[in-house]
């Protein structure tokens, strides 16, 4: 079966401090650009309900709005409680100028 990508957003709306918000199918991806790269990480904060890209990115972090638990955008780690756990994480790739997320 050949892989299936979805149009998530445009390169020209995201930028390193102010990530995209993107729902695939109902479930809310953050997207993000680190050092040049795209990050796509699930966007609801596993502690309660906030969503991360309303919280802060600082460098290779977002810090959850709600209880500022921490986590590492290139890998998903929740480095400081209480995320609870690691950020579920999503193939994203540019073409051309359209940002797209793969559909597992
Ligand atoms: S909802 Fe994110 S730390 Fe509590």
């Not at 780690?77 to 995320?83: I, S």
């Not at 193939?91 to 997320?101: N, Y």
Request: glycine fraction near 12%; include cysteine.
């Amino acid at each position: 079966m050949t892989d299936q990508w979805r149009c998530a957003g445009h390169a020209g709306d995201l930028s390193e401090d102010a990530p995209l918000e993107f729902k695939l199918d109902g479930t809310e991806i953050g997207i993000y650009k680190v050092g040049g790269e795209l990050y796509a990480l699930e966007n609801v904060c596993p502690h309660a309900y906030a969503l991360l890209t309303q919280g802060f990115v600082d460098g290779d972090t977002v810090e959850c709005p709600l209880h500022e638990a921490v986590f590492h955008i290139p890998t998903g780690k929740c480095l400081k409680e209480p995320g609870g756990r690691d950020l579920k994480m999503y193939s994203v790739r540019l073409a051309g100028e359209e940002i797209q997320i793969k559909v597992a």
